[in-house]
């Protein structure tokens, strides 16, 4: 009752008003947390992290990772923070946020926003650690001269802070970022992130984000080299520049949509790319999961974990113990042992 008639007044707002104010509710202690969720069914490896569950929170939440401590009590198995870039940039002008009400999708169009690298592990440097997870989505400069290079940067300077990092080339909102996902471009700039990780004093596991807007050619493309550069996994998608099948107002604005509307396409992205790579890589299935039975569909469709974000904006925190208990229930119904044992089970009805 009380998170209903907050999302309520947080929804008469300014969409960025009401996304810096839910993080100083955060911040204050006045939003209710379920506390850690795990069973034995629960519990999963992804990349080497142990995990409690395997429900995370997408980057673009917690930009400037403010608030971890809160959200690694609210039920998540992993969170993700960032995206970070090497130096502090503003992003794109306002307005650059949109709920799409009627369609149950957001647009943005933020640009990497944030305080710059140095003051993120900073922050990271300070958290308590606990039994979560927790990584940065790294970024590029919007004026660099050498954004592969900024990806390797933003590594070198939070990585001894982070337990995973992911590199994202899939942002729509910052021009041409999205050119790194050709084969060449993407080799070089993993080998770069690779190498940063290696000067580092323990071994971390790194992520790739890709698009959802890929063709086939272009999902095989990536697996190969995901396989070939010794990526850990891959986060299966970022927004859509697709607007097929929307209603609300805000239709046309310029940004990536995230949200229902991205369901369908990126969970077809992922058993495409879970078939591509014959199970050799783990995948983490994000887009458009608003109930515990789309979350199992990504993990029936080839993923081995799986990250929410846009939904929250809907349905409040309560929605991630919903999604986590109705995994464990849907587990105990079907007898399976744990959530590897659902990983691919329904991967061909995506093809």
């Known amino acids: 009752m009380i998170e209903t008639l907050g999302l309520k007044a947080l929804h008469k707002l300014d969409p960025e008003q009401a996304h810096h104010l839910s993080i100083r509710a955060l911040k204050t202690g006045l939003v209710p947390m379920s ?3 795990t069973s034995a069914r629960l519990k999963t490896t992804l990349a080497g992290l142990e995990l409690p569950n395997p429900v995370g929170l997408a ?9 971890v401590g809160p959200l690694s009590r609210a039920g998540f198995g992993f969170v993700e923070v960032g995206a970070a870039t090497p130096r502090a940039q503003p992003g794109n002008p306002k307005p650059r946020l949109f709920r799409l009400t009627e369609d149950r999708a957001v647009i943005n169009r933020f640009g990497f926003n944030n305080e710059g690298a140095d003051v ?11 039994a979560v997870p927790v990584g940065l989505n790294l970024g590029a400069n919007k004026d660099s ?5 900024d990806f390797a940067q933003v590594l070198r300077i939070c990585g001894p802070f982070i337990d995973f990092a992911t590199v994202n080339v899939s942002s729509p909102n910052t021009e041409k970022l999205r050119d790194l996902q ?7 700039l993993l080998a770069g992130v690779m190498e940063a990780r290696a000067g580092l004093s323990r ?9 959802p807007d890929l063709n086939s050619d272009e999902i095989a493309e990536i697996g190969e080299v995901a396989l070939a550069s010794g990526l850990d996994a891959v986060i299966t998608t970022n927004t859509t520049l697709s607007r097929e099948g929307l209603s609300s107002a805000h239709k046309g604005e310029t940004g990536g949509l995230s949200g229902a509307p991205l369901f369908e396409k990126s969970t077809r992205v992922l058993a495409q790319l879970s078939k591509a790579t014959e199970g050799k890589i783990p995948l983490i299935g994000v887009g458009g999961i608003a109930t515990p039975e789309q979350a199992i569909a990504k993990l029936q469709a080839g993923a081995s974990a799986v990250q929410v974000y846009s939904a929250l904006v809907y349905q409040g ?26 990983t691919g089970t329904g991967r061909d009805q995506w093809l």
């Open 35 to 37: 506390g850690l969720i």
């Open 59 to 67: 980057a673009g939440y917690d930009k400037n990772a403010e608030v």
């Open 120 to 130: 993120i592990a900073a922050r990271l440097r300070a958290r308590t650690l606990g």
């Open 145 to 149: 001269a050498d954004r592969a290079g």
């Open 182 to 188: 050709g084969a060449a471009a993407l080799s070089a």
């Open 203 to 211: 071994r971390i596991p790194v992520f790739l984000k890709i698009a």
């Open 317 to 342: 925190l309560s929605l991630v113990p919903r999604i986590v208990q109705g995994i464990e229930s849907h587990l105990q119904a079907t007898g399976l042992a744990n959530v590897q044992a659902l």
